[in-house]
């Protein structure tokens, strides 16, 4: 009763259907306004959605959820991926000798000054590090006091100004200064134009030629909107950029330019800069900014809830069959799907009541993704009642399953190990399940 009830659950949760190719361009329409709102360059946005729409078609909807949503969680994940990913949150890279050279480049009133006081903070805080600032704007009398001013609140030492030095001569007696003092990191901010022209370029490109910067930081403004891709392409070809960081996202762009820098120039969004204050610096984080692009944060929680229901559900129904001590290499094969979408066995099984005891033990045995993959084509190799019944498989089977499925017996012979080892396991679950493993969630 239990099992079928479980079962009735999980039939209302999955299958509505498969998205058709007028779901996905319904919502695609929608979808291409915001992200055209939201400052995505027009490329961008079409590579987006054809990546999408070639994601999305055939693909399963959750029950609970109008084919619509679906699609926009779809695209909220490609702009994640498009982005860097969920993990992406990558700061200054300083893995280089001391003292670590980091070249600011970006358009005039980008914010290039006020991101160098906020990184040379970050680092002196957070990563207590010794870091020297030195500004190489010498076009406009104001800029190197500016610094100065910064590193004072920062509590970092700013190069001290020198009259009629070049941009080229400050950088290097920068570098000189901290070798001789011992300076984990030289932070030089240079001068900016109102807009692109050559000899910016020159005298930036000179600058990183003599130094080699082991990041170079493009600054950019994540107001300019459009513009931003256009600065961002200018800047890589002629000078070669290592990371981004967006300005004045505490303004209300969507920040659609992230999405087009990065994608034209493949360097990473590494900071945030959200305010005029020294700790207004953040950490990128792509979900984030993804649902700030879309605009439809609501609707991504929603499906990833209803997801989240499914892989419940799904985790239940495995853990009837193993309370009934019924466990196949058909539930086996199932649950490698499951198992490979949820990252680690451990993560799917960690949503059973009461089973945090057995956690550690199943670390041990979490499985890679390409395991996984292979082991789901050897069940498939399998017959039907081989699935049920593995004892049956003896040398010959082995041999032909394992030719069926692309793999060698030793591999064959690995899984059913794991299978078994897995029942075992569940077996031992079980006895222990009787007082309570089982019993919180589902009696
Ligand atoms: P630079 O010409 O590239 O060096 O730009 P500045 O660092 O001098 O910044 C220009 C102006 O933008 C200053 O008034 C800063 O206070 C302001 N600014 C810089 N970053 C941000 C930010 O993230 N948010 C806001 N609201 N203002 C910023
Ligand atoms: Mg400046």
Redesign the pocket.
């Known amino acids: 009763a239990l099992g079928s009830k479980l079962q009735g659950v999980f039939d209302r949760l999955r299958g509505r259907g498969a998205l058709s190719e007028a779901d996905v361009n319904d919502a695609l329409r929608e979808v291409r306004v915001a992200l055209l709102e939201a400052d995505v360059a027009l490329p961008v946005v079409k590579d987006i959605t054809a990546k999408v729409r070639e994601r999305a078609v055939g693909q399963e909807v959750i029950r609970s959820i109008q084919p619509g949503q679906m699609v926009v969680k779809i695209v909220h994940d490609a702009l994640v991926d498009a982005l860097g990913g969920k993990d992406a949150a990558k700061g200054i890279d300083l893995a280089a000798a001391s003292p670590v050279p980091i070249l600011m480049v970006?358009l005039?009133?980008?914010?290039?000054?006020?991101?160098s006081g906020k990184i040379a903070l970050r680092l002196r805080g957070r990563e207590r590090k010794k870091v020297l600032l030195a500004s190489l704007d010498v076009h406009r009398p104001a800029a190197q006091l500016?610094l100065e001013t910064l590193a004072r609140q920062a509590e970092v030492t700013s190069l001290p100004i020198i009259a009629g030095q070049t941009p080229l001569q400050i950088a290097q007696r920068a570098m000189e200064t901290a070798r001789g003092e011992l300076y984990d990191v030289v932070i030089l901010d240079t001068a900016?134009r109102l807009a692109i022209d050559d000899a910016l370029m020159d005298e930036v490109a000179a600058v990183k030629a003599a130094v080699k910067p082991h990041e170079t930081l493009l600054?950019v403004d994540a107001m300019t909107g459009q513009d931003a891709v256009n600065t961002a392409r200018a800047f890589n070809e002629k000078v070669g950029v290592t990371g981004i960081v967006m300005?004045?996202?505490?303004?209300d762009a969507r920040g659609g330019a992230a999405l087009s820098m990065r994608a034209v120039t493949g360097a990473p969004i590494k900071l945030l800069?959200?305010?005029?204050k020294l700790d207004?610096l953040e950490d990128f984080h792509p979900d984030r900014i993804a649902g700030r692009i879309l605009g439809m944060g609501d609707i991504v929680s929603l499906v990833e809830r209803a997801a989240e229901t499914i892989d419940q559900a799904e985790a239940e129904k495995l853990a009837a069959r193993m309370q009934k001590g019924q466990f196949s290499l058909e539930d086996y094969a199932s649950q490698l799907k499951q198992i490979g979408k949820m990252g680690s066995l451990s993560g799917m099984l960690g949503m059973l009541p009461g089973i945090g005891k057995l956690k550690s033990q199943l670390e041990g045995a979490n499985l890679d993704q390409t395991i996984l993959k292979k082991q789901a084509a050897i069940i498939s190799s399998m017959t039907v009642k081989e699935r049920r019944n593995p004892d049956l498989i003896k040398a010959s089977r082995k041999r032909r399953i394992a030719a069926g499925s692309g793999s060698s017996v030793q591999e064959v012979n690995r899984l059913l190990k794991q299978f078994e080892d897995m029942r075992d396991m569940m077996k031992r679950m079980n006895k222990m399940g009787q007082k309570g493993l089982m019993r919180g969630g589902l009696a």
């Open positions: 970006g005039q009133g980008s914010g290039k000054t006020t991101t500016q900016g600054v300005t004045r996202v505490d303004g800069g959200a305010g005029e207004a």
